[in-house]
């Protein structure tokens, strides 16, 4: 099969002029870098960032900081909101990393899914809270090696289902596991693939913010890893997912929608990174706000149009049986 490229790409993600919002030199206590935030708007419209921060040890921990309109005024916690307790949690020995944020309904809570890094590798932990100031720890729910992982928000078949990305004999692909409690988990399914050769996404892919739910189905943002002889280079992708078995693809991009061009996501502790975690959709339930890491030294902030990224998909995108010629 022959692809022909497009002659121009759309600008779906557009960086918002006062890129990176957050930076160390923000923070109230001394620290390295901060990045690879989670996201969501609270009750009364403040728009709170789960701050991935690292400090000079190497080691992660989590911060909240809170702004009235999501791009500046920022008021940060004037210290962690949320410490590892390898005391309690073995799992969290190395830190805790990369959270993804979800307000459940049923629950009337917030699910924070995180990495947890251990001796045995990364995995999987996840976290419930009102506040963002007391977390029930669940602990470690996906074990070494694991992580890239959002919780949905609502229930499928009766069940609460897990979207992560394991790493086994199959390669690095993002699965989705279901369980009936939150701590229990089973039937994995395989969700996307990694492709293979060439493809921007080939070889290593995983979720980036939690899935946005739509009338058409599960809009997913993923990233996908592309090694080159000077590094690893992170961009995104677009996905839709059935709304009722979300391990069922409908649509897949066939090329990235944003890479790291701007200094900021060229150079850094790790260079040429774009990785959102979280995301807040505006009153109109279409403009998005897309919270990203940049080289791993900073927060900045995109926005995007639902409705603009479902025509790229439907224009751009393969079927599942197209996709897999691709891979052949």
């Not at 805790?96 to 590798?121: H, K, M, N, W």
């Not at 995983?206 to 899935?211: A, D, E, I, T």
């Not at 992170?234 to 009722?244: S, W």
Request: negative net charge.
């Amino acid at each position: 099969m022959s692809i022909v490229p497009p002659t121009s790409y759309a600008d779906l993600l557009l960086r918002h002029p006062a890129n990176p919002i957050l930076t160390g030199k923000h923070w109230p206590y001394p620290i390295n870098s901060v990045f690879n935030a989670g996201a969501t708007r609270l009750a009364d419209g403040t728009t709170l960032l789960l701050c991935r921060v690292e400090d000079r040890r190497g080691l992660s921990h989590l911060c909240a900081a809170r702004s009235a309109n999501g791009v500046d005024g920022w008021v940060i916690d004037s210290e962690p909101t949320m410490m590892p307790d390898p005391k309690n949690y073995p799992e969290e020995l190395w830190g805790i990393e990369d959270p993804r944020i979800t307000f459940v309904p049923e629950l009337e809570q917030y699910a924070v899914t995180y990495t947890s890094y251990s001796r045995g590798g990364p995995g999987v932990s996840l976290a419930l809270t009102k506040d963002f100031k007391k977390f029930e720890r669940y602990g470690v729910i996906m074990s070494p090696e694991d992580k890239d992982s959002a919780l949905l928000p609502r229930k499928i078949g009766g069940f609460w289902a897990l979207i992560h990305r394991p790493v086994t004999s199959l390669g690095a692909h993002m699965w989705i596991s279901y369980s009936p409690d939150l701590r229990h988990w089973g039937s994995h399914r395989l969700m996307l693939e990694a492709r293979r050769g060439a493809w921007w996404d080939a070889n290593k892919i995983g979720l980036s913010p939690p899935p946005i739910e739509t009338s058409r189905g599960w809009l997913v943002l993923y990233h996908g890893v592309r090694h080159t002889p000077s590094g690893c280079l992170y961009r995104l992708g677009l996905a839709l997912f059935d709304l009722e078995s979300p391990e069922k693809v409908l649509i897949r991009g066939d090329s990235w929608i944003f890479g790291p061009e701007a200094e900021y996501e060229r150079s850094g502790d790790v260079n040429d990174v774009v990785f959102p975690c979280g995301y807040t959709v505006d009153p109109d339930g279409d403009s998005l706000n897309i919270y990203y890491g940049a080289a791993d030294c900073a927060i900045a902030l995109a926005r995007a149009s639902i409705r603009e990224l479902l025509t790229w998909l439907d224009a751009n995108g393969s079927c599942e049986e197209r996709r897999r010629d691709q891979d052949r």
